[in-house]
């Protein structure tokens, strides 16, 4: 019912920035909250970002607090992932996730109901 597209990812080096793009589309009513999650060659899924979709209060890893930056278009159905300062260790497959439900620790994977396929992030070094 809920469908979600992530794209914005790519190549760049290490310093640049990119900037992702989640568009949800389907039943999207309800959204509490919009985030991102990361995976690495050979590394388990990641918390990077999150955001709660009314209220817009937002949340970041330690790793990447201060360098990126997690924002919504209400209107657009549509979260953005600014990051600036990338680091070689940020290349991953980035995934965009929804959930309809009320989330505790939004670090917390199992909270989230809906994900998208991931765009590919590569950071050269």
């Known amino acids: 019912q809920v469908q979600l597209v992530e794209s914005g990812g790519g190549l760049v080096q290490a310093g640049g920035s990119l900037r992702l793009s989640c568009a949800a589309s389907g039943r999207t009513f309800g959204t509490y909250a919009m985030g991102w999650f990361r995976q690495g060659p050979r590394k388990e899924r990641e918390f990077v970002a999150a955001?709660?979709?009314?209220?817009?209060?937002?949340y970041y890893a330690n790793s990447v607090n201060g360098r990126f930056t997690i924002s919504r278009d209400n209107a657009k159905n549509t979260m953005y992932l600014q990051m600036n300062s990338l680091k070689p260790e940020a290349a991953a497959l980035y995934y965009c996730t929804a959930a309809f439900k009320i989330i505790i620790r939004m670090s917390n994977p199992s909270a989230y109901g809906y994900w998208g396929q991931g765009t590919q992030v590569t950071v050269s070094s």
């Open positions: 955001i709660k979709w009314s209220s817009g209060q937002t």
